[in-house]
């Protein structure tokens, strides 16, 4: 099952493709021979440009999107429109994301493969549109069925909630009667403490299941980070509280300190005789 950063990237993949023979003849169009020196120029001055895709920089969607936004007055403004210069800075957003692993969600990317819908057909592209169509439906079914696969979960925990309790309160009527029937003429008192006795356990069993929470059972996978967790609440989707950068400094040099420290034990256990011969020797 596909995580939406493999949907993003792939919907960025498909826009490259797509795309970059039409930048291509658009530049060359507006600059003739200067064309490839402008995109070189692109590649030259970013710096996060992968050198494995420097043979045919448009293939990589971050020189792409920002050639096209740097040269949208020169040779886009007239085949395009305001709306779709925010989808190519919507775009430039989330491939940054992409890039630095950032937490994504499924809504994300929908949008995605939305706004690259919207750019193909905007410059009519339309060969791979009924893809990335075919990409937004499985997206949303895959979310749906979550939903669903949640509602029915949460609808069947009810009904067992409801027998559960119901059981619980026959049980605690049953013993109720056959105590008082039993015992009361003889042990007026003990019957008492007994039957509340009674009622306060099954009160409290009958607490503890209409305030239980859904239970997901053993490990499974979260839908959105794909990893394998043991809790109801992945731990890591959860977002922590924002740090200074002071507290990312102070860990960061705390973080090293221990990798040292780590690193010079583990050479005094596998080396015990050379760090001998390092210790100074003390007069006897």
């Known amino acids: 099952m596909p995580t939406p950063q493999d949907r993003i990237s792939r919907a960025l993949d498909i826009l490259v493709e797509e795309w970059a023979p039409f930048i ?3 530049m060359s169009r507006v600059h003739g021979a200067r064309a490839d020196d402008l995109i070189a120029q692109q590649v ?16 990589d969607p971050h020189v792409l999107l920002s ?3 740097d040269q949208w007055n020169n040779c886009f403004r007239q085949k395009m429109g305001i709306f779709e210069r925010s989808l190519i800075s ?13 937490f994504l969600t499924e809504d994300d990317a929908f949008r995605v493969l939305d706004s690259v819908q919207r ?3 905007a410059t009519g592209q339309t060969k791979r549109l009924q893809e990335v169509e075919d990409e937004k439906f499985d997206a949303l079914r895959q979310r749906f069925g979550h939903r669903v696969n949640r509602e029915l979960a949460r609808i069947r925990f009810n009904r067992r909630r409801v027998l559960d309790v119901t059981l619980y309160a026959l049980c605690c009527a049953a013993l109720l009667i056959t105590v008082v029937g039993f015992f009361w003429d003889k042990h007026a008192l003990a019957t008492i403490l007994l039957a509340g006795f009674v009622v306060f356990t099954f009160a409290y069993f009958i607490h503890q299941r209409m305030t239980a929470t859904v239970p997901v059972f053993g490990l499974h996978e979260c839908p959105h980070c794909r990893r394998v967790i043991y809790t109801e609440t992945c731990p890591y989707c959860e977002k922590g509280p924002a740090r200074s950068s002071s507290q990312q400094i102070g860990n960061d040099e705390q973080a090293l300190a221990d990798a040292e420290f780590a690193h010079g034990t583990l050479e005094m256990i596998e080396h015990p005789t050379e760090f001998q011969e390092t210790l100074p020797r003390q007069p006897r």
Do not use: C, I
């Open 24 to 26: 291509r003849q658009e």
């Open 44 to 59: 030259r001055g970013d710096r996060h440009v992968a050198a494995a895709r420097l043979v045919d920089p448009l293939t």
């Open 67 to 69: 050639l096209v936004w």
């Open 90 to 102: 919507e775009l430039r957003e989330y491939r940054n994301h992409l890039a630095h692993q950032s």
């Open 119 to 121: 750019l193909l057909t």
